[in-house]
Structures are given as C-alpha cells and as structure tokens.
C-alpha cells in the first residue's frame, strides 16, 4: 500500500515555471514506476510524464516535451515534475500515480495508487 500526496500547484502567469512533488508514504517506494496525469475540466484524465523504478527510464507526452521533466529522489520518497515555460492549457489539476511496475508506463489503468491531486492555473 502507498499513499501519495501531491504539493505545489497553484497560479502562474503563462511562461512562468512550477515543481509539483509527490511525497509516498508506505514501504518499498523504489519498488514502483511513478507517474504524473492531469486533468482538465471537463475533459478525461490524460498521461504527462512517468519515470521507471531506478529513474532510468522516462516517458513523457508529446505536448509537454521540452518544458516539463520528471525526476525521483527514491532517499526521500518523492517524485517530481518541473514544469516550466507553462502555457494555459497545461491549468489542469495533477495527479500522482504509482505502479508496481519495472518499467515506465503511460496508461492510466497500470498505476495501482493515486494521490487527491494540486490544482495548475496558468493565466493569459
């Protein structure tokens, strides 16, 4: 079991930058791929970015490569996503996700754990 909590979401102006952090609590924390999804009112939940157990292996969505990166730091039981050159599209609110998983994967269905999300506003 894994409980995850996401932090540092808020408003932007556009072109402007933000780290959200998911912190897990729970055991064995390297033992899962980790992932970013968010979701857009009114719209589904889509893939961002994920990152493999040893942070090896990335995957990142085509919209968001280039300003956005996912990293892990498996000593303090936290992913990352640093978004930066934010447009207003990306306003969603951001989810954080694990799988038990050796690889990096980007459909929604593999991850097992999700946090409550941060709400993303990029202003105009």
């Known amino acids: 079991q894994v409980q995850l909590v996401e932090s540092g979401g808020g408003l932007v102006q556009a072109g402007g930058s933000l780290r959200l952090s998911c912190a897990a609590a729970?055991?064995?924390?390297?033992?899962?791929?980790m992932a970013w999804f968010r979701q857009a009112p009114g719209m589904e939940r889509e893939f961002v970015a994920a990152?493999?157990?040893?942070?090896?292996?990335?995957a990142i969505e085509n919209s968001v490569k280039g300003r956005f990166t996912i990293s892990r730091d498996n000593s303090r039981n936290t992913v990352y996503l640093q978004m930066n050159s934010l447009k207003p599209e990306d306003t969603a609110a951001y989810y954080c996700?694990?799988?038990?998983?050796?690889?990096?994967?980007?459909?929604?269905?593999?991850?097992?754990?999700w946090g409550q999300g941060t709400q993303v506003t990029v202003s105009s």
């Open positions: 729970g055991r064995m924390f390297e033992n899962y791929a």
């Open positions: 990152i493999s157990w040893s942070g090896t292996v990335t």
């Open positions: 996700a694990a799988a038990v998983a050796r690889h990096a994967p980007v459909k929604e269905d593999e991850y097992n754990y």
